[in-house]
């Protein structure tokens, strides 16, 4: 069965300071890892992670994928208000046909 | 640009009534699927389905049917409500499987 831990279950932080949420995951025929961000309402998508130590960025956002040892990180530098949100991370197995969410990391940034 | 849209955003049933929960995108895309979200539960796969006319069991299928008549829809049905099925359904759709999904903005049942 394929399993997905995410840690922090929580992180409240200060705005301005730099967060690193953790993935770690057991996938018997993994493709890819996608990070998810969740406000409200549906989720919405960060990044797509398919091979080892090829950094993705977006901003003050990026995220990496260490296949060996089956984790991803997610950091966000210099954190605002707006970034409040739960992270969800999913790795796809395309065995079973199926991304498996995490039940995510809620960061909550103080002003 | 609509993108994945879910009808209705809220409903409440009583133990026994059955509904139909109404997923639409508009990308062009093969893959849909249903997922259920529950407090320290994160997202289970109910079913979804690799192309029109097609659909498969995802994690948690039990309660559930689904239709993919139309490439663009892809329905979800509870022919008996349990309390138990009270849970925000999330909708998706995805040009490639492990690809980006795109995610409707959730419905909310209650079944009292």
């Known amino acids: 069965e394929d399993k997905v831990v995410q840690s922090p279950l929580s992180l409240v932080v200060h705005e301005g300071d730099t967060v690193t949420l953790n993935c770690s995951y057991e996938?018997?025929?993994?493709?890819?890892l996608l990070w998810y961000k969740q406000e409200k309402k549906a989720p919405t998508f960060l990044f797509m992670l398919?091979?080892?130590?090829i950094e993705k960025k977006s901003g003050r956002l990026s995220s990496i994928l260490d296949k060996k040892e089956l984790f991803s990180i997610l950091n966000i530098t210099a954190t605002q208000t707006g970034d409040s949100a739960v992270y969800l991370c999913?790795?796809?197995?395309?065995?079973?046909?199926?991304?498996?969410f995490g039940t995510g990391t809620r960061l909550t940034i103080i002003p | 640009n609509a993108g994945v849209t879910q009808t209705p955003k809220f409903r409440v049933l009583k133990t026994g009534q059955s509904m139909t929960l109404l997923c639409a995108q508009d990308?062009?895309?093969?893959?849909m699927y249903w997922y259920r979200q529950d407090p320290g539960m994160g997202l289970r796969l109910i079913h979804y389905?690799?192309?029109?006319?097609?659909?498969a069991k995802g994690e948690v299928p039990d309660g559930y049917n689904v239709s993919r008549l139309k490439k663009q829809n892809f329905l979800l049905g509870l022919e008996s409500a349990a309390p138990s099925q009270t849970s925000v359904y999330f909708c998706a759709s995805s040009y490639l499987q492990g690809a980006e999904a795109f995610f409707g903005q959730g419905t909310r049942l209650t079944v009292v």
């Open positions: 996938v018997t025929n993994f493709r890819s």
């Open positions: 398919t091979s080892s130590g």
């Open positions: 990308m062009n895309h093969e893959y």
């Open positions: 999913a790795p796809f197995d395309f065995g079973n046909e199926k991304l498996t």
């Open positions: 389905s690799v192309g029109e006319g097609t659909t």
